[in-house]
T-cell receptor
Framework: GAGVSQSPRYKVAKRGQDVALRCDPISGHVSLFWYQQALGQGPEFLTYFQNEAQLDKSGLPSDRFFAERPEGSVSTLKIQRTQQEDSAVYLC????????????FGQGTRLTVV | GNSVTQMEGPVTLSEEAFLTINCTYTATGYPSLFWYVQYPGEGLQLLLK?????DKGSNKGFEATYRKETTSFHLEKGSVQVSDSAVYFC???????FGQGTELSVKP
């Protein structure tokens, strides 16, 4: 597709439920990033992939958060046993690669845990 | 660790006023610096970037200069328009460390 696509756009989960958020990056983009954005805040880094390799997962807030990119393209962010503090917009971005290159962002998935 | 600090908003200006949004950073090495913008109802998009010290990034009348000596990357525009109303984020390159964002509202 022309841009980074995320699905679903909105997700309401009951506390304790598992959720899976999908990201389709721009074709050919090597780097893929996940961010968490709370209301009124800047995006907080969660994890980074280069192709299928997860090179940095230092931002994942707990072991309930898990991300994968098995074929170096589509990525899934999974949150197990969701809690209210997980409510946020989850952003995915992709780039051709390298520190200086532009990252293109998806529209995000707004997760609300009730 | 690396971090970015932006001036707090909201910032409210009249059309054609001069804009400055301050951004300072702490980093090891010399990463690239970016300004991203989020218009109402839209996703984050790159506004401008600078890849090394003394570089000036510019786009749509906005500009910012990578100042190593003051560890700053302030965003400026000489004459803002109503259509510039958005949230602006300063970011440090690599895995992109963002500031908290500054909301700009421009009144006619």
């Amino acid at each position: 597709g022309a841009g980074v696509s995320q699905s679903p756009r909105y997700k309401v989960a009951k506390r304790g439920q598992d959720v899976a958020l999908r990201c389709d990056p721009i074709s050919g983009h090597v780097s893929l990033f996940w961010y968490q954005q709370a209301l009124g805040q800047g995006p907080e880094f969660l994890t980074y992939f280069q192709n299928e390799a997860q090179l940095d997962k230092s931002g994942l807030p707990s072991d309930r958060f898990f991300a994968e990119r098995p074929e170096g393209s589509v990525s899934t962010l999974k949150i197990q046993r969701t809690q209210q503090e997980d409510s946020a917009v989850y952003l995915c971005a992709s780039s051709i690669g390298g520190d200086y290159t532009e990252a293109f962002f998806g529209q995000g998935t707004r997760l609300t845990v009730v | 660790g690396n971090s970015v600090t932006q001036m707090e908003g909201p910032v409210t200006l009249s059309e054609e006023a001069f804009l400055t949004i301050n951004c300072t950073y702490t980093a090891t090495g010399y990463p690239s610096l970016f300004w991203y913008v989020q218009y109402p109802g839209e996703g984050l998009q790159l506004l401008l970037k600078a890849t090394k010290a003394d570089d000036k990034g510019s786009n749509k009348g906005f500009e910012a200069t990578y100042r190593k000596e003051t560890t700053s990357f302030h965003l400026e525009k000489g004459s803002v328009q109503v259509s510039d109303s958005a949230v602006y984020f300063c970011a440090l390159g690599g895995k992109l460390i963002f500031g908290q964002g500054t909301e700009l509202s421009v009144k006619p």
